[in-house]
């Protein structure tokens, strides 16, 4: 039997004609818009696109927090064919004209909170050909055109229009050197990676269009997915994506700019939420805080799962919130922007699994750097590797690409750079990034950008730049400097002036002093020593 074929517009075009009004696709307060409006809407958008100037594989910026728009404008870069690119919505001029002009995106989808911004970099951006504005009202900047615009004119019919399954989504990934780098996805291999997890969690997935229909009719229009953290990083696209793609709907939290768990416990409870996507600790500390004050103030007799990925969660905290939601499997998904389902731990109330501990995936084995399998047992260290449906590569970046995407014994495996042991029954435990990358709240920050940050301020001779361990962020960005001779500036200077230079969430939580940084001859950083100068001034135990 032949593979079946499949491309996001494809699928959605196919959910739009047979799912009806009473199908919600996005809620967002009391804002519902079901399947048959954003099928018309987003056909409007993507009609509009490439009657505008927009062509068949154009990439197309997302700047935006979660709202409709950004599921709606998913939908219509899918069905125009066009390229997804994600833009962190915290960064600032210099990171965020980089991953505009690193994409090659000549649209952009920016919502009325960042128009500021975009005042101040679209002259540096002269290949974007058209912005998008999302939100404030219908009269946009000159420059740019409202959304509202594009959604509403049209007839809202379905493209004539032949799509691919090598059509292609990008993801922009922090990764461990150097700046972001765009992931490329193409329709098909994400689409048979969510069919794996589709197999794991339900036995079976849908292996042809008739199949597909039976599953969105059976299960997946019954599904509300809640991302609480962004849809412009891997875990909330991924989870909202998996939805969306299968007939369900996708909630989002109206209060944008920050994480309130009270709203959040609120919202689950008004729509029936089945299933959430948060990044560890960061959310689910507060999140049980709010239900441990409040025993039964909530119905969270829906909620059939709660997926973290990106940084560790606690076994402590998955045990408090089992106790308020004894239903629920808590997933703690070992994953990259690179690779899907390298790991599974599930936590339910019948069952705990040791922090860190993760459950192989199918297409996964671990090597050691020189391509040696990893004997299971053995307690030799070795990289995580992901087979079977893994990106092409990174975009423009094949030197990258070829560290990353390797082929050992004729089989093409990702391999991000997550080190593991695998135990002999073949569970693994992670033990980290072989790099100085900090990952803090889901969020990869690279040491040398805030060391070069640091370095600017005139106080400041030398910087280097480690994360330590927290409870609340996963890891805590913690600067060491050295002081030019006769000065004096204290920390709270210091982190203040690398926020005018880097988006917030990679300044430092904490600036140390030393008298040297001690480099070597050839001025490479010891961040070993730098690391235990750290531990010890903040008091962390490092065994």
């Known amino acids: 039997m032949a593979k079946t074929i499949w491309n996001f517009g494809d699928l959605l075009d196919d959910n739009g004609a047979h799912l009806g009004p009473n199908n919600p696709a996005m809620i967002h307060g009391d804002r519902v818009v079901s ?47 066009l390229t997804h690119v994600n833009v962190n919505y915290r960064y600032l001029d210099d990171e965020l004209v980089y991953i505009i002009d690193n994409s090659d995106s000549t649209v ?23 912005w998008v504005e999302v939100g404030g009202t219908d009269q946009a900047p000159g420059f740019a055109v409202a959304y509202e615009t594009l959604a509403a004119a049209g007839d809202g019919a379905p493209l004539d229009i032949e799509r691919s399954p090598d059509d292609l989504m990008f993801l922009y990934t922090g990764g461990t050197t150097g700046m972001p ?165 599930v936590t339910t109330a019948d069952g705990v699994v040791e922090t860190a501990k993760f459950e192989i995936g199918q297409h996964c084995k671990v090597f050691s750097e020189d391509g040696r399998e990893i004997e299971p047992g053995s307690d030799e260290t070795g990289l995580i590797a992901r087979g079977g449906s893994v990106p092409l590569g990174y975009y423009k970046d094949e030197a990258k690409s070829a560290k990353t995407f390797k082929t050992i014994n004729g089989v093409r495996y990702a391999i991000p750079g997550d080190w593991c042991k ?69 920390e709270d200077e210091l982190r203040a002036f690398v926020r005018t230079k880097l988006a917030a969430y990679k300044a430092p939580k904490r600036v140390l002093f030393a008298d040297d940084l001690k480099r070597a001859p050839n001025g490479k950083a010891d961040y070993k020593r730098i690391r235990k100068i750290a531990f010890e001034t903040l008091g962390i135990d490092a065994s």
């Open 35 to 81: 399947w048959p409006e954003i099928t018309a809407r987003s056909n409007n958008v993507a009609q509009w696109l490439l009657a505008n100037g927009a062509s068949v594989g154009d990439k197309i910026g997302f700047y935006m927090r979660n709202q409709p728009e950004y599921v709606e404008g998913l939908a219509a870069s899918f069905k125009a064919r």
């Open 108 to 130: 952009v989808l920016y919502d009325v909170e960042f128009r500021e911004n975009v005042v101040r970099v679209k002259d540096r951006l002269p290949e974007v050909k058209i």
């Open 181 to 345: 780098k765009g992931v490329m996805w193409s329709h098909q291999i994400w689409r048979d990676t969510n069919l794996d997890g589709l197999r794991r969690i339900y036995g079976a997935a849908p292996e042809n269009w008739e199949e597909h229909r039976a599953f969105v009719n059976e299960v997946g229009q019954h599904g509300r997915q809640l991302p609480a953290c962004p849809l412009m990083h891997g875990t909330g696209l991924f989870t909202a994506l998996g939805a969306f793609l299968n007939g369900g709907a996708i909630v989002t939290l109206e209060t944008k700019a920050k994480f309130i768990p009270e709203e959040l416990w609120e919202t689950v409870a008004r729509n029936g939420v089945t299933a959430m996507a948060i990044v560890g600790d960061a959310f689910a500390k507060p999140m049980l805080k709010v239900l441990d004050e409040n025993p039964g103030r909530y119905d969270l007799s829906s909620i059939n799962s709660i997926t973290s990925s990106g940084v560790m969660w606690s076994m402590e905290v998955k045990r408090g919130l089992i106790d308020h939601i004894p239903q629920v499997a808590l997933m703690d998904s070992f994953g990259a922007s690179e690779a899907v389902g390298f790991g599974m731990s």
């Open 422 to 490: 695998v135990a002999a029954d073949g569970t693994l435990t992670l033990l980290g990034r072989g790099s100085n990358c900090i990952n803090s709240a889901g969020e990869k920050i690279y040491p040398e950008e805030v060391e070069e940050a640091l370095k600017e301020h005139e106080s400041v001779r030398d910087a280097l730049v480690v994360g330590v361990p927290d409870d609340k962020w996963g890891q805590a960005v913690t600067g060491v400097v050295e002081l030019s001779d006769g000065a004096s500036v204290d």
